[in-house]
């Protein structure tokens, strides 16, 4: 191929340039201005609460993320207390958000933060060296806790902008996400905090995703071309799903008295170190579980069954079966026929409760103890 053949085809396949009109900022922050919505994280916005609440904030909805932050910043209140934190205490204020890894990664940022910088660095490029800080987290934080001009680009980010330009690209690609991130660099040096914010709050409360954006209550509305073509739900332009690999399984209940069996999951891999119930990785109906209970060696009053339920991963999916056993003696560890994961014990619901965080993906379950 010739050097000119080829130089054409790399043109043709870079993202088209993304201009942001002049006039988008000003109505923008006007329009954040007297409707930002009343956050805890936005009343003192502290390096420390600023980064934590960015980072709950990742998969997850405001709502969800509100009585979490204010319990974190209750028991965790500063990068010292967080590098600190047994890891234990961490998952459990973590219990049920999801995607565990953030909390290790934040105790693993304060940690490094603190002996690197004497605390949270104040510019994206050093920010960005952090574990879990990515350029998003690194832009974000920067902006609204130190004022710098840099943007910070998330998924209401480039919903609102492809659909302000009729984006055609694949906003997904990371080129795509440098050229909106260039493009906003003008309007970010008018008040970085603010400016940052008020993107991401339109995309959040107006600009909405899955087909409902408001319009009509939109401040840039005159400017958007998605909005003037009659088309906002053509853009951004969707790349086809990954489909989610299915796993099926069985959770058991086992209950001596008053106890339930719980264990700890594996060191690494989905959910790693937290608590969970024993389970078999078969989907089984009510005579097979009552079989397999007995094949590994417990004897049982009665075993009946709880609830389906399904839990949803980004790339996976739980298909659960679940049973409550109850036991006619507390098991032998030590005998050779009882096969429970290793660290299995048995414990009051209240132990549990206090100390031991459980994913939700276990949540049908969890909320059947007693
Ligand atoms: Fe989004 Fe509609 Fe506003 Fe355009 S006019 S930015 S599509 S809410």
Redesign the pocket.
């Known amino acids: 191929m010739s050097e000119r053949m080829s130089k054409e085809l790399r043109d043709a396949a870079a993202p088209a340039p993304i201009e942001i009109p002049e006039e988008f900022a000003p109505a923008l922050l006007q329009w954040y201005g007297e409707n930002a919505r009343v956050l805890p994280w936005r009343d003192d916005p502290q390096p420390y609460k600023v980064w934590v609440s960015e980072i709950m904030l990742q998969q997850t909805r405001v709502e969800a993320v509100k009585p979490y932050f204010q319990r974190f910043m209750e028991v965790l209140p500063d990068l010292e207390s967080l590098a600190q934190a047994e890891e234990q205490i961490l998952l459990k204020l973590w219990e049920g958000l999801g995607y565990y890894n953030r909390a290790r990664n934040l105790q693993k940022a304060a940690q490094q933060a603190l002996s690197e910088y004497g605390g949270l660095p104040s510019t994206a490029e050093e920010l960005i060296r952090l574990p879990g800080i990515g350029p998003y987290t690194a832009g974000a934080v920067a902006s609204i806790a130190f004022g710098r001009p840099v943007p910070a680009v998330d998924g209401n980010v480039l919903r609102?902008v492809a659909?302000?330009m009729a984006y055609d690209g694949d906003i997904s690609k990371d080129s795509v996400k440098k050229g909106v991130a260039e493009a906003l660099v003008p309007s970010v040096v008018l008040d970085p905090a603010a400016f940052n914010q008020a993107v991401m709050e339109?995309g959040a409360t107006?600009?909405l995703p899955n087909g409902a954006?408001?319009?009509g209550g939109?401040p840039?509305?005159r400017l958007?071309l998605?909005?003037e073509m009659g088309a906002?739900l053509s853009?951004p332009v969707k790349k086809a799903k990954k489909v989610r690999k299915i796993q099926q399984k069985t959770i058991f209940l086992l209950e001596f008295e008053n106890r339930t069996a719980v264990c700890r999951r594996p060191e690494s891999g989905l959910l790693a170190g937290l608590w969970g119930f024993p389970e078999s990785d078969d989907y089984l109906e009510q005579d097979e579980a009552e079989l397999y209970l007995e094949h590994l060696g417990f004897e049982t009053e009665t075993v009946l069954p709880l609830k389906k339920s399904k839990h949803i991963f980004s790339h996976m999916e739980w298909h659960m079966a679940g049973y409550r056993a109850v036991l006619r003696k507390l098991p032998d560890f030590g005998a050779r026929r009882i096969l429970l994961p290793e660290g299995t014990v048995f414990l009051t619901k209240e132990e549990i409760e206090a100390r031991c965080a459980l994913p939700s993906a276990y949540k049908a379950y969890t909320k059947e103890l007693r």
């Open positions: 609102v659909r302000l339109l107006v600009c954006p408001k319009c939109c840039v509305r958007c998605a909005h906002e853009f």
